[in-house]
């Protein structure tokens, strides 16, 4: 039996099937598009593939309360042509087969709690730091959702004293975490992409203060068991030791816990997944859809 998973962003649709093994076996990747014009080819890929149920992991916002008539759809998105639009609605009508649908980074954080980094414990947070920055919560062996889900890229912070741009990018908050350690906010700090930049290039210092803070904050509202870094700019692993140190410096002895006074290199963690945990947590949530529909 074949399941599909689909992993929406902004910028490419990555389609996929999995089996019962939790593998991932075939991929395809068609540019985003309008909806008119890209959701109709998803259909026809997933349709020559007979699966049996759709995963979807997503950008955002979306509405994912399963008793809203707005469930599935992508609502408040600066990406034209898709506010306010219906994304899980029309591909599981023209499938006609289950769907369930999370953000991407909740699907990546549940591929990492059941199957990576996060295995066997309650609760971890997945944070990926690319284009955007985002956050998948487990917490209680459950995805948080609550009021909408949680936008952790937009969470406010300080602004370090060596910052040459500390105003920050984002449209909404100026100064909120997207807008002083994305991937696009350190391009237009040093006018370059961030792979471009040299490992010992001050921006790393600078990127890493910022994550630190992130990592702190979240250390002390979600209380995870773990953090996993993942998305591009996380790609530079130097980054790692950096940002546990300064977690740890920021922190300050106050949260005294042995996972964080002496194993934080087992606590702020790469994902156990590499760069599959988004399409492997889609391949659960329509495993998920299939197991509460038969
Ligand atoms: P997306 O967030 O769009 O899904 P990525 O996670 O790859 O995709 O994030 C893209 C951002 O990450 C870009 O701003 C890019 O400059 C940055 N990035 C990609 N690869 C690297 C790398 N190896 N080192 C540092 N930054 C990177
Ligand atoms: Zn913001």
Redesign the pocket.
Known sequence: MLFGTLEA???KMVLSVGNEENELLEQMTIPTESPEKTIPAMTAWFRDRQVAALGIGTFGPVDLNPASPTYGWITKTPKPGWQDTPLLPPLQDALGVPAKIDTDVNAAALAEWQLGAAKGINSCLYV?????IGAGAVAEGKLVHGLLHPELGHMLLRQEPDDPAPAGFCPYHEGCLEGLA???A??KRWGT???NLSPDHEAWDLEAAYLAQMCMNAVCVFSPEKIILG???M??KHLFPLIRQKTKALLNGYIHVGEITEHIDDYIVEPGLGTKSGATGALLLAREAYSSFS
């Open positions: 962003g902004g910028t990926t730091v690319g284009t955007g994305s991937g696009p350190m391009e992409k961030a792979q998305g591009g700019v790609q530079q």
